[in-house]
């Protein structure tokens, strides 16, 4: 039994994995993107980004905000 607990553990462990990317403005600190295993990009800004630089958006379609921004692609962080 304890052998079936173990490969439980793993794989629950195994579908948790996300990846995760810091993204950086200037060298300053902006947010978190994050791939979901379900394929989805999810974007959300640091709380002291919001609070210091509420006007330096990272893309024009990514206004400084706790809105966390969801999308089936890689976000268009070029365009701003």
């Given at each position: 039994?304890?052998?079936?607990?173990?490969?439980?553990?793993v794989?629950?462990?195994?579908?948790?994995?996300?990846?995760?990317?810091?993204?950086?403005?200037?060298?300053?600190?902006?947010?978190?993107?994050?791939e979901?295993?379900?394929?989805?990009?999810?974007?959300?800004?640091?709380?002291?980004?919001?609070?210091?630089y509420p006007?330096?958006?990272?893309?024009?379609?990514?206004?400084?905000?706790?809105?966390?921004?969801?999308?089936?692609?890689l976000?268009?962080?070029?365009?701003?």
């Amino acid at each position: 039994m304890r052998w079936f607990l173990l490969i439980v553990e793993v794989l629950i462990q195994t579908i948790l994995i996300m990846r995760k990317a810091k993204i950086l403005y200037k060298d300053i600190f902006a947010g978190i993107l994050t791939e979901t295993n379900d394929g989805e990009y999810v974007f959300e800004y640091e709380e002291d980004y919001i609070r210091n630089y509420p006007k330096q958006f990272i893309s024009f379609s990514m206004s400084v905000t706790n809105q966390k921004y969801t999308e089936n692609k890689l976000f268009p962080f070029d365009e701003g």
